[in-house]
């Protein structure tokens, strides 16, 4: 399982430091960033978001609640970090993991990490035994882990996918949006038999969704008006699967 994804959000960046620490030498986790920006930190999770977040509460320009409201739906957990006590129940109804109170005990720390990472493997479990399940038969849903389970999404809403690193964003109708932990090169293996072509190394695309094709510029146009660059082979072999008049 790849390396849990973590973000800390906090405006004081002694507390973001110290925790990053104990993140480090006690949960051994590596792939950790750190923001005491708020603002900033909101445009970089709606770009790509973490499997785990540790949120401080009381922040300028943009306080915890505020940005989870911002990010909805969430597709990750949330550890609620903060010297006060009195958003407890607020925090709880972002079906947060934990609400840590400052100074954080190590021990609180690691159990709270360690429920994540046991509710992470149960969802990858899940979603395994479903796509094996499925394999060998017509698929028409795509199984997505999420932080509350598995969320099941027909395949003809997705409009196109677009490579992120070692994740890949679906761009669904209706400008919903998922963040998956699978390579664009993982998607095209499960989507291989149905109705999606990769054409650029930084996309599929479901073929149903497909509007327009500019052959000078090498652009498609999308149902949802996006323009996507066409690699010239897949150019050629996209023109190959119509028929033309």
């Given at each position: 399982m790849k390396p849990l994804k973590t973000v800390i959000i906090d405006d004081e960046a002694d507390a973001v430091n110290l925790l990053k620490l104990q993140l480090v030498k006690y949960c051994q986790l590596s792939d950790i960033t750190t923001y005491t920006n708020s603002s900033l930190a909101l445009e970089a999770l709606r770009k790509s978001p973490p499997d785990l977040l540790?949120?401080?509460?009381?922040?300028p320009l943009i306080n915890g609640f505020e940005l989870l409201q911002e990010l909805m739906p969430i597709g990750f957990q949330v550890i609620f970090t903060t010297a006060y006590n009195q958003y407890a129940i607020k925090a709880f109804k972002f079906n947060a993991v934990d609400y840590l109170i400052k100074p954080i005990d190590t021990d609180d720390l690691m159990a709270a990490v360690l429920r994540v990472q046991n509710k992470r493997a149960l969802n990858a479990k899940t979603l395994k035994t479903v796509q094996k399940q499925i394999k060998g038969t017509t698929i028409d849903k795509m199984a997505i882990s999420t932080h509350e389970?598995?969320?099941?999404?027909?395949?003809?809403?997705?409009?196109?996918?677009?490579?992120?690193?070692?994740?890949?964003?679906?761009?669904?109708?209706?400008?919903?949006?998922?963040?998956?932990?699978?390579?664009?090169?993982?998607?095209?293996?499960?989507?291989?038999?149905?109705?999606?072509?990769?054409?650029?190394?930084?996309?599929?695309?479901?073929?149903?969704?497909?509007?327009?094709?500019?052959?000078?510029?090498?652009?498609?146009?999308?149902?949802?008006?996006?323009?996507?660059?066409?690699?010239?082979?897949q150019k050629d072999k996209l023109m190959e699967m119509y028929k033309w008049l």
């Open positions: 540790f949120l401080d509460i009381e922040m389970g598995v969320s099941f999404i027909d395949l003809n809403e997705i409009i196109y996918a677009e490579a992120d690193s070692n994740y890949s964003t679906l761009v669904l109708i209706n400008d919903r949006r998922f963040v998956i932990s699978k390579t664009l090169k993982d998607l095209q293996e499960l989507l291989e038999e149905s109705h999606f072509l990769r054409i650029h190394r930084q996309y599929i695309i479901n073929l149903n969704h497909l509007k327009h094709l500019d052959r000078t510029k090498s652009l498609l146009t999308m149902a949802n008006k996006h323009e996507l660059s066409i690699a010239r082979d």
